[in-house]
């Protein structure tokens, strides 16, 4: 088993394009892969956030000249079906008015702990030579976090890893599985790696935190 077990609290598609097109949140084919009525909507001259039964689409500004579309759902694991066809909806809708600078699928995910206090495993991703620097530098560390960088397939890759404040025995885990400039042409297919791309991020995190053997006398 994991010395680490996680769930994931938030995981959400992002489409980030150069304006923003807030009506487009609340789109008929929006609202029909919904499914359901919003249960409230905030629209301004370039924010839209509209709530629904466990997700929210949303469209605000992430940067200069830089604005998220979002199907964002709370819970669950992977992305449902149900955010897939959103995500599907608003994203296709926003292509056919402007080009794409990245799309992400981003995790928040929030592990236990099983046998020590996470900011003692933490000190475990750095050399003993590196801690005792810090050390004696004046600066002993009590916790730390970690960024990993990595490419699978097209898509870029940030782990971030860093224990929780406050909870002594939680980890946090951030994840962002990103792809420049997606068409109207790529869309459909780097949607549907969803499941690969969640099921390749447990199988990193079970490979972090695989515990070790148990060394046995002969």
Not at 71 to 83: C, E, L
Not at 109 to 135: D, I, K
Request: hydrophobic residues 45%; proline residues 7%.
């Amino acid at each position: 088993m994991p010395e680490v077990v996680f769930q994931t609290e938030v995981c959400s598609w992002v489409l980030a394009t150069p304006t923003a097109l807030p009506a487009l949140a609340t789109h008929p084919s929006v609202l029909e892969a919904a499914g359901w009525r919003p249960s409230s909507t905030v629209q301004l001259a370039d924010v839209a956030v509209v709530d629904f039964p466990g997700l929210q689409v949303s469209c605000v500004q992430g940067g200069p000249q830089r604005y998220h579309f979002s199907v964002i759902q709370s819970g669950g694991g992977q992305p449902s079906v149900r955010v897939g066809r959103i995500a599907t909806a608003l994203f296709t809708q926003v292509l056919q008015f402007q080009p794409g600078i990245a799309l992400g699928l981003n995790f928040l995910r929030v592990g236990t702990v099983r046998r020590q206090s996470a900011a003692a495993l933490s000190l475990n991703w750095f050399s003993p030579e590196f801690l005792m620097r810090t050390a004696a530098a004046g600066h002993p560390l009590r916790a730390a976090g970690t960024k990993f960088l990595y490419d699978d397939g097209p898509w870029h890759v940030s782990l971030s890893l860093e224990p929780k404040a406050q909870v002594e025995n939680q980890l946090v885990a951030n994840v962002n599985f990103e792809v420049s400039e997606p068409t109207s042409e790529t869309l459909a297919d780097l949607l549907a790696e969803s499941d690969r791309l969640y099921a390749s991020l447990l199988a990193t995190l079970d490979q972090l935190f695989e515990e070790a053997p148990v060394a046995t006398a002969h």
